[in-house]
């Protein structure tokens, strides 16, 4: 099971990463640049929200918000390790 798991976290990493581009490679050109569009769309959006969410939580005063951040701050590099 847990091969499986890294192998998905590998694939995972890999087409987001640019590998999507050869999966993409024999697709229609415009079916292509809508999923290519998405992706980034998605990609920056979510980047945004984690440095919107770092931001605030340095700006606040409350701890309750700071830990939060910190705690998925810290959990993010194990995700990919």
Same mark, same amino acid.
């Given at each position: 099971m847990r091969r499986f798991i890294l192998r998905g976290r590998i694939w995972l990493l890999s087409a987001v990463s640019g590998g999507g581009l050869l999966v993409l490679n024999g697709c229609d050109t415009t079916v292509r640049d809508t999923v290519l569009s998405g992706v980034e769309g998605a990609t920056t959006t979510l980047m945004t929200t984690f440095i919107q969410a770092f931001f605030q939580s340095v700006l606040t005063?409350?701890?309750? #918000? &700071? =830990? =939060? !951040?910190? &705690? !998925? +701050?810290?959990? +993010?590099?194990?995700?990919? #390790?």
């Open positions: 005063e409350d701890e309750g #918000a &700071a =830990t =939060t !951040v910190k &705690a !998925v +701050v810290e959990q +993010v590099p194990n995700f990919f #390790a």
